[in-house]
């Protein structure tokens, strides 16, 4: 069956069509009876011409009424149309009658209108055009019955009645045709669609094959991106549930078997300390995981609010240098700061350190003892361009490209990722609050550089 949005454009377009084939039947007769009455006038005033050149040339001449009037009966009999003929002279009295007018008079019917034709109604059941002419010597009257016109008129109506439902037809069917081939690519997209809806999230789909590239092949493609999209969203949601799912089970387990052996009297004070050290330790986890949730959730939500100020990056890189020296010490990983320019930016104080320490933190996981952990920055383009390197492990090229990517976690043997997965998707949507970009450089056992490059806060002279 057809669908309802075909019918309703093959519906609009055939009403349009037959109100414009309506329009145009209207205009067009209007235009052609304009035509006929003119050529009709015209003939009715070369009649009426004819019949007075014809009295004052036989009169110049001497020529006798009878004459004259058979003469103009013969010519009115010879007429292509059939004409009616009355002349009367100065003093009022008929001249010249037609026949075939019988004891009808045309003189009542011009209304003393002389020069232009009218039209007369009802004349022996017919309508009648007449012209009225006069000088000092004579009247003439010459009618034509507009049989002629009304004929073709009527032809062109009963050509038109038929035409109309033959071109609405013509239209109908065409229509049909023409939108179920452009809407093709919408049925295409119903049946991706239902496909969407029943397959698994862990499957992929193939994407529609764009045919045209025309609005609808741009609309499909678009939608295809979107769903896409949308999916990559889910599985990323999904698989989050998964593992912050596992990584707070992990830290809840403990804590509940710490808490269950506290509970027991007969275990020492100082095992119960260390035993609420434990799980202090994991409720800290715990919360850094939720906080990074509530971040990462406001972020991508387009809520996340900074507070910017302008900041020395020289004076918050030395605070954050000495309690990185501090943190890396019990791997006795070394933190090197390399002085710069001075330079200010627009910051978050709080956040670019969020940054930082998520940098660190990751350095520190992948860095083994006795490594080296580097800072440094320059001016660029306007730009404080940060490297944060380290000597550690080093990034496969593989997931290079999927390290910022929210809840992403590496499976590969010889790197398996820490945590969540929420630490650099943090950093990266905090820089680009800040209007500033990250990338990331990486060979296998040499290690990693980060590069941040902050817009410059310039000072207004």
Same mark, same amino acid.
């Given at each position: ?17 037959? +109100? ?62 059939? !004409? ?9 009295? *008929? ?12 003189? $009542? ?24 002419? @006069? ?62 809806? #029943? ?25 295809? !991106?979107?769903?896409?999209? +949308? &999916? ?13 799912? #596992?990584?707070? &089970? ?9 808490? *269950?052996?506290?509970? #027991?009297? *007969? ?5 119960? &300390? ?12 715990m919360k850094r995981i939720v906080d990074d949730l509530l971040s990462l959730g406001t972020m991508q939500a387009g809520t996340f609010k900074i507070k910017l100020e302008r900041t020395a990056l020289p004076n918050m890189l030395k605070e954050f240098y000495e309690e990185a020296s501090l943190l890396s010490r019990d791997k006795n990983i070394v933190v090197l700061l390399e002085p710069g320019p001075p330079v200010f930016i627009q910051a978050d104080v709080m956040r670019i350190r969020q940054v930082f320490f998520n940098l660190l933190d ?49 499976? +590969? ?14 950093? @990266?949507?905090?820089?680009?609050? #800040? ?10 056992? @040499? $290690? ?10 310039? *000072?207004?002279?």
């Amino acid at each position: 069956m057809l669908s309802s949005f075909r019918l309703k454009i093959v519906f609009w377009h055939s009403l349009l069509v037959l +109100m414009t084939l309506l329009l145009f039947r209207i205009v067009s007769l209007e235009v052609i009876r304009n035509s006929l009455y003119e050529g009709f006038d015209d003939s009715l005033r070369a009649e009426a011409e004819w019949v007075r050149g014809v009295l004052e040339a036989y009169k110049t001449r001497d020529i006798p009424g009878d004459d004259i009037k058979s003469d103009i009966d013969s010519r009115s009999s010879l007429s292509p149309r059939k !004409e009616f003929i009355e002349i009367y002279d100065a003093t009022g009295a *008929e001249y010249f009658r037609s026949p075939q007018l019988a004891p009808d008079r045309l003189r $009542g019917l011009a209304q003393n209108h002389f020069a232009e034709p009218v039209t007369v109604k009802e004349f022996r059941g017919l309508p009648l055009r007449l012209l009225g002419v @006069k000088d000092e010597f004579y009247e003439i009257y010459v009618g034509y019955p507009l049989t002629d016109i009304e004929t073709a008129i009527h032809e062109i109506l009963s050509s038109s009645l038929f035409l109309i439902p033959v071109t609405l037809l013509f239209v109908v069917v065409s229509g049909l045709f023409l939108v179920t081939r452009f809407v093709k690519p919408i049925k295409d997209l119903n049946r991706y669609a239902q496909k969407l809806l #029943h397959q698994p999230l862990d499957r992929e789909l193939p994407k529609i094959t764009v045919r045209s590239k025309d609005e609808i092949g741009e609309l499909v493609e678009r939608i295809n !991106e979107v769903i896409e999209k +949308m &999916r990559h969203s889910m599985r990323q949601v999904l698989s989050f549930s998964s593992l912050a799912s #596992h990584e707070l &089970r992990t830290p809840l387990t403990i804590m509940r078997n710490q808490v *269950e052996e506290a509970l #027991h009297s *007969e275990m020492p004070v100082e095992e119960q &300390r260390r035993s609420l050290a434990s799980i202090y330790d994991e409720i800290l986890r715990m919360k850094r995981i939720v906080d990074d949730l509530l971040s990462l959730g406001t972020m991508q939500a387009g809520t996340f609010k900074i507070k910017l100020e302008r900041t020395a990056l020289p004076n918050m890189l030395k605070e954050f240098y000495e309690e990185a020296s501090l943190l890396s010490r019990d791997k006795n990983i070394v933190v090197l700061l390399e002085p710069g320019p001075p330079v200010f930016i627009q910051a978050d104080v709080m956040r670019i350190r969020q940054v930082f320490f998520n940098l660190l933190d990751n350095a520190l996981k992948h860095t083994s003892e006795n490594g080296c952990i580097r800072l440094q920055y320059d001016l660029k383009d306007h730009q404080a361009v940060l490297h944060f390197s380290d000597t550690g492990s080093g990034i496969p090229p593989q997931i290079l490209s999927r390290i910022f990517d929210p809840f992403y976690r590496s499976t +590969m043997d010889g790197f398996s990722s820490h945590g969540a997965g929420l630490g650099l998707a943090l950093v @990266k949507l905090i820089v680009e609050a #800040h209007h500033g970009s990250i990338t990331v450089q990486s060979e296998i056992g @040499k $290690g990693t550089t980060f590069i941040i490059a902050l817009p410059v806060d310039v *000072e207004p002279e």
